[in-house]
């Protein structure tokens, strides 16, 4: 009986515990096989359901379509800086790259010779001012005096004159002496008219008082042109802006006409663009464009279009077009390369598909839709390109599917769209 008891109450091995244990000894295995039938199920669920593919979603949005190109930064216009004389270049005052202002000097030429010329036209200056000095101080005062004093004599002239014949007339006077009378008479005449020209002359208006104004003239004339000889000297900047070029150094014989500095004036700065020529149809004057430099791509700025150049450059099938720079930022450098983007059309709110999405599309556009667990071939009427994106016009639906050409997914395939 006691024996009985003993048996009931011994433990014996539970058949979970058993099973669990022979699985544990057998783990590798028994892994293996579930490795085995998870891929299976995998490959069976692939083959059946088609691969996962991450799909675009067609939605509503604002489009942009741009041109984009590449030009440089140049300024309207710039200035070439020469000589107007011949001379040796005695010190260089500026460097290239530098920002100069209106009337700052550029260069200094040798003037000693120039110096000299001015001294010696305003000594000729001198000369002709004290000339007609003389003429209204001391000439024509003169004159009028021997005027006057003519005159009187001619008034006692004509006294004798009178008495004389007079006489003659009555019988009491000689001819002789009517003779001498008449012969005073005359001569008195004659140094009136000759006392008249002198004072005439010397009057303003006069030859005399002409000549000597008119060589007053010329030698204030070549004054001014001395004084200006040695003004070209000094060449100094014609406006504000920055010495982009530099072609001379001190002890260099400089000419006239020969460009020595060139200048960028500060202001007003423009875009050149090579734009392909199949674009041209979409630029008109006043779009506006976002630019960059390629030497700070993070940093962009607006201009807008102001020429389009009326001819094509057949050698590259391009157009020549330029935009202003209104507000042009700091870090700009003359022939700075940069890139534009020129909005030549707008649509708001409207059908958008990514570009990656759509196949074919200069002839016959079409997308891959997901439906019913397909890629699904779906023809597409298109309407403006924007970065990116293209707006639909006939096709497509917000909320739609769309399998990005990178995917390889052929039409009819069975897939398993995603979006991520």
Aim: net charge neutral; proline share 5%; no cysteine.
């Amino acid at each position: 009986m006691l024996e009985n008891v003993e048996q009931i109450d011994t433990p014996r091995p539970n058949l979970a515990v058993r099973w669990a244990g022979g699985l544990w000894r057998h783990k590798w295995p028994v892994l293996g096989i579930a490795l085995v039938l998870i891929a299976a199920g995998l490959g069976l669920a692939r083959l059946l359901l088609g691969p996962e593919v991450v799909a675009a979603l067609v939605q509503r949005g604002n489009l942009v379509q741009t041109v984009v190109a590449s030009g440089h930064i140049e300024t309207p216009y710039r200035v070439e800086i020469a000589s107007q004389i011949t001379g040796t270049v005695k010190d260089v005052l500026v460097k290239e790259g530098e920002q100069v202002h209106q009337g700052q000097q550029l260069v200094a030429i040798e003037a000693s010779e120039l110096q000299a010329s001015v001294v010696q036209a305003e000594g000729a200056v001198a000369q002709a001012q004290a000339r007609v000095r003389q003429l209204r101080e001391l000439t024509k005062p003169a004159a009028d005096e021997a005027l006057k004093q003519a005159q009187a004599n001619l008034l006692n002239a004509q006294a004798a004159y009178e008495r004389a014949s007079k006489l003659a007339a009555s019988g009491y006077g000689t001819k002789a002496t009517l003779d001498d009378a008449t012969k005073n008479l005359d001569v008195a005449r004659t140094q009136v008219r000759t006392a008249e020209l002198q004072v005439f002359t010397t009057s303003p208006g006069g030859s005399d008082f002409v000549m000597a104004e008119t060589q007053l003239g010329q030698a204030l004339a070549n004054l001014n042109t001395a004084q200006a000889r040695l003004g070209y000297a000094t060449i100094v900047a014609p406006r504000d802006g920055v010495l982009i070029t530099r072609n001379v150094e001190r002890g260099t014989v400089v000419q006239p006409g020969k460009a020595l500095l060139v200048l960028a004036p500060a202001g007003d700065i423009q875009i050149v663009v090579q734009i392909d020529e199949k674009n041209l149809g979409q630029l008109a004057l006043g779009q506006h464009a976002m630019a960059s430099a390629d030497a700070y791509p993070d940093k962009r700025f607006d201009a807008t279009l102001s020429y389009i150049n009326p001819s094509v450059d057949i050698n590259r099938a391009s157009v020549e077009i330029k935009l202003k720079v209104d507000d042009p930022p700091d870090y700009l450098r003359q022939d700075m390369t940069v890139s534009v983007d020129i909005a030549t059309a707008r649509r708001d709110d409207v059908v958008i598909v990514p570009a990656r999405a759509v196949n074919d599309a200069a002839a016959a556009p079409y997308v891959l839709k997901a439906s019913g667990g397909r890629a699904v071939r779906q023809p597409v009427k298109l309407g403006l390109r924007g970065v990116g994106f293209y707006e639909v016009i006939d096709g497509l639906v917000p909320g739609d599917r769309v399998i990005p050409l990178a995917t390889g997914v052929k039409p009819d395939q069975r897939i398993r769209a995603v979006l991520r």
